[in-house]
């Protein structure tokens, strides 16, 4: 029990520290790996008491991300509620911007960006995706930096903004997009390369 008591205080510890800043890769591994022990674990526990003093209340514990997420504890770059009567979706964000599909095409207007993505109304496949440029961040906290290679060669560097969905790379830019652009959203399988980076 002490071993785990450890492992919850390290992944409180690294929540924290993830929302009023940046983790190291080798942080964001960890709390990634805690988060998902602690679920396996609680998993294996079934419905019994085994934990029941550690959790938050109205949580059954720490993969309970919907309790999490709405007391502000953790967070994955997630926008904060929009505007009354706005439904918000972990991940989504709705601005001004432009859409790059896969076969060239372009989208240009009022992107939501979330499960049914679209512009100005009209919904557009995520699966024919190649790249979102957003003129806003969402309000987002910026995460752990990432550089990479896009297709064409072109480098973006910046801090993850959302990893809700593994088939894109989301970032907040500092560099490598055109000016104006406050988010980007790239397809992973389109890119060449992508690692850790830390501003300079």
Same mark, same amino acid.
């Given at each position: 029990m002490s071993d785990l008591r450890a492992e919850v205080a390290r992944f409180q510890a690294l929540a924290k520290k993830r929302k009023g800043g940046l983790l190291t890769?080798?942080?964001e591994e960890d709390y990634r790996n805690l988060g998902r !022990?602690?679920?396996?674990?609680?998993?294996?526990?079934? /419905? =019994?008491?085994? +934990?029941? $003093?550690?959790?938050?209340?109205?949580?059954?514990?720490?993969?309970?991300?919907?309790?999490?997420?709405?007391?502000?504890?953790?967070?994955?770059?997630?926008q904060k509620p929009g505007p009354e009567g706005e439904a918000m979706i972990p991940g989504a964000i709705y601005c001004r911007g432009r859409v790059t599909l896969t076969d060239g095409r372009t989208l240009s207007g009022r992107v939501l960006w979330g499960p049914e993505p679209s512009v100005d109304g009209k919904t557009?496949?995520? !699966?024919?995706?190649?790249?979102?440029?957003?003129?806003? /961040? =969402?309000?987002? +906290?910026? $995460?752990?930096?990432r550089r990479v290679v896009c297709e064409d060669g072109t480098v973006i560097e910046g801090h993850i903004a959302s990893a809700v969905d593994s088939n894109f790379v989301d970032l907040i830019p500092t560099s490598g997009v055109p000016k104006g652009v406050a988010r980007v959203i790239l397809r992973s399988e389109r890119l060449q390369e992508v690692k850790p980076w830390h501003q300079a």
């Open positions: 890769p080798e942080e !022990r602690l679920a396996a674990h609680k998993r294996s526990k079934g /419905d =019994g008491p085994g +934990l029941r $003093g550690l959790p938050l209340p109205g949580c059954d514990f720490f993969d309970d991300f919907p309790e999490l997420y709405r007391r502000g504890m953790v967070g994955d770059g997630e557009f496949s995520k !699966r024919r995706t190649r790249i979102v440029l957003l003129a806003k /961040d =969402g309000g987002v +906290l910026p $995460g752990s930096g």
